[in-house]
Each structure stands twice: as C-alpha cells, then as structure tokens.
C-alpha cells in the first residue's frame, strides 16, 4: 500500500529522460495514448448542421437527445434494458478526465462519512486525474496494487481504519497500462464490498470498446449493478476519445446513482465545463453507430496479431485483452527507464517506462519500474515499423 501520488506529467518525464539524446532512426511516437485512427465521416456534417449551438451556452446536464442516446447505447452494450433514466442517470462531460476529477469532490462533500482524513483508494499503476482529484478534494490518495493474478486489489486485507475512512475507490476495466479486465463477478465483489463500507465506485470505461474480439465484450459496472437490483453508490465514466476516436471532441459522459448525480449537477453548475451542444449532437450520432467502433477494432486487433508474432518471442504472452496498450516486462533489459532509454537511443520509438505511471511507496519500491508502455495507436504501417524496430531491439 502505497500514499505517494507521483503526480508530475509522465510524458514530461519522459521528454526529460530521453533529452539531448538522438533517436536511433526517424521518431515514432507510442508515448501518448491518443488513437490515430479515422474518425467518424460523419462527425464534420453532424457539427456544420449544429454549429447555432455554438452562440447558446449549453446546459450543464446536457440535451435529452445526447441522454437518450447514451441510455440507448448502455441498454444495447451491457443489457441494461432501460435500468439507467436518460433523465436523472446522465451527465454529460468533456470526456472522462474531466468528470474523474470532479468525481473526487462530490464524494468528499456528499459522502456521509465525514473523517477528519479522508482516504481515496486508487489502483497503482493509476491514472493521474484520481490522485489530483483526491488531493483537490483533501483526501489521502491510497495506491493499492492488484492481487497476485486478479484484475482487483485484495480488498478484504485493507485495514479496517483505512476502510473507515475511504470515502470512494476507483478502479478502471479494461486498465490502464496493462489492459487487465474485470469480470462480472469482480464489478458484483467490488459494488458489494464497497456499498458495505459507504464507499462511493467510480467504474472508468473509458477503454470499454477496445478489446480483442477473441476476448470478448468486457464486462460493466452498471450491469452489475443492474444485478443487485440499484445504481446506488455506483458511478461509471466512459467517452468519445477511444471508441470512436474523437479524444479532440472532448465528450464523454457519467452514468449511474440519481442521488449522486443529482447533487454533483449542482455542483458541476458552478464550477466545471458545460459539453457544447454540438459537440453532443456529435456524441449522439457516435452511441448510435457501432459499425466504426467495430471497424476500429479490427484495426487494434490486427495491430496486436502483429505484435504476437513479432515480439512473442522475446517477451512471451504480450496481447492484453482490452486496451491499446502493449505492457511488457523488460526487467531483463535492466527496467522500464533502462529500456525506454534503449529503444529511443537504438530504434527512434518513444515509449513510457512503467514506472512514470505508478507510485513509488515510502519503501522506495514501485510495481511497474520493471514495465515499458507502448501505445498502438497508429496507422498500420506506422505500427509496423515500430514494432519491428522493437524486435530488433530486445532479443
Ligand atoms: C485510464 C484512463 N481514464 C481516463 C482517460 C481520459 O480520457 P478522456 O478524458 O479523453 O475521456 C484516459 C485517457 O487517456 C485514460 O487512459
């Protein structure tokens, strides 16, 4: 168990690792993890024939035809069969980091447990907008690492004082970096664990629609909670940017417990961003279409054959069921710094040394320090001659 958050940008680590350093070939970039695939076709008409909605301000709870268009499409993904109200289950967000964040101040102000130290538990390797949304909201960010083998954290060996005071947990499926999935029976654990203890769930999806078809559809945090008859005290994030490449659009949304939302709409009234109205009549036409999400995951999916049979031999098992993200262990080419280090000084690639997307605990030790990050985000080609490189770099 780790309270470090280590919040600067991995990405300016990175600039600052490789800095001065000339890169070995012409740069390919699989730092970032913002998809290069086409978007949509029809996202520039959906947007000229909306642009008078660019004069208004939007409202903060978003247009009925983006709410029931995103009820229609959780209903279609995870069987919900109209368990979530378009009308008082949904809230529009500049795409999910946004609502992450502020996710971490409705629990602090609406959570009935009201400690003098509130604690936030997050996964570790975790996404930094948990951390800085837990130290927004003065409470202990606490870094939990997975259990050996499992998608969850061993949830029922956490100090009973810690648990007392944890006010929400996050916990993302697929994960970023390691792709790693929850089961159905792990969201029904974790709701129910943490409904026990009045521990908010902030469920982020945002990768839901990138998954190996030969793995299947991942599971989801509502219909788990559809399960156990509520969608109390359960919160899922999901957007635009990795299903339908639009991480530019900036649209996403919120589902899940009324009562939450309805007090967090009050909040979010004051202080964060409305979603233009046009941006979500885009959003409207994206959940209503899975024809490009699918065609994007052809792409991932050929992308990730590729890497099987490049890297498989250096690396073993290397596809991930969800996510685009390759998360190899390159302990052997002495760590994730070591190994980033090598692959730009050799090869040109630009990738994440695991341990930038962690913390670091008080005994100096950080689960992913052994891990390098590759985003496959690019054209084909692109991908290709990356991953090449890659082979001919770690043998
Ligand atoms: C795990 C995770 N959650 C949330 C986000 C936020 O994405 P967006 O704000 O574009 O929806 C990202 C973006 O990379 C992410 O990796």
């Known amino acids: 168990m780790t309270t470090t958050p280590a919040l600067q940008s991995p990405f300016q680590r990175l600039t600052k690792l490789i800095e001065g350093i000339a890169p070995g070939a012409p740069p390919i970039d699989l730092g970032v993890g913002e998809p290069r695939h086409p978007m949509p076709a029809f996202v520039g008409p959906v947007l000229a024939e909306n642009l008078a909605g660019f004069g208004r301000y939007p409202a903060i709870k978003g247009t009925p035809a983006f709410r029931s268009s995103v009820a229609g499409w959780l209903d279609r993904r995870f069987g919900l069969d109209g368990f979530i109200d378009p009308e008082t289950g949904i809230v529009p967000l500049n795409g999910s980091r946004e ?52 998608a969850l954290p061993d949830l029922d060996a956490l100090d009973p004082a810690l648990v007392a005071r944890t006010i929400a947990l996050y916990f993302a499926s697929p994960a970023n970096p390691d792709g790693a999935v929850a089961g159905a029976a792990d ?24 998954y190996r078809e030969a793995a299947g559809a991942p599971a989801g945090a509502l219909a788990a909670a559809k399960a156990s008859g509520t969608a109390e005290k359960v919160i899922v994030f999901n957007s635009l940017s990795k299903r339908s490449n639009l991480a530019g659009l900036r649209c996403g949304f919120a589902a899940g417990d009324p009562a939450f939302l ?32 699918a065609e994007n995951r052809r792409l991932y999916d050929a992308k990730f054959a590729l890497a099987d049979r490049l890297l498989s031999p250096a690396f073993g098992k290397v596809v991930p069921d969800g996510g685009f993200f390759l998360w190899l262990d390159v302990a052997r080419f002495g760590g994730g710094e070591a190994a980033a280090l090598k692959l730009w000084r050799e090869a040109g690639v630009r990738a994440v040394p695991g341990g930038y997307l962690a913390a670091t605990g008080p005994d100096g030790t950080n689960p992913a320090t052994n891990h390098l990050r590759l985003a496959l985000v690019d054209a084909p080609d692109v991908t290709e001659a990356a991953l090449t490189r890659l082979a001919e770099t770690f043998v």
């Open 99 to 150: 609502g992450l964040f502020f996710a971490a101040l409705g629990a602090r102000q609406f959570s009935a447990k009201q400690p003098e130290r509130p604690a936030v538990l997050l996964p570790n390797p975790f996404y930094f907008a948990y951390a800085a949304g837990a130290e927004a909201a003065g409470a202990e960010a606490v870094m939990l690492a997975a259990a050996p083998g499992q």
């Open 262 to 293: 309805a007090r967090w709409l009050n909040l979010r009234n004051i202080a964060a961003p409305q979603v233009p109205t046009p941006v979500q009549a885009v959003g409207s036409a994206a959940f209503a279409d899975e024809t490009h999400v």
């Open 187 to 210: 969201w029904a654990k974790l709701i129910a664990w943490a409904r026990a203890h009045d521990i908010y769930v902030f469920a982020d999806e945002c990768y839901s629609e990138i």
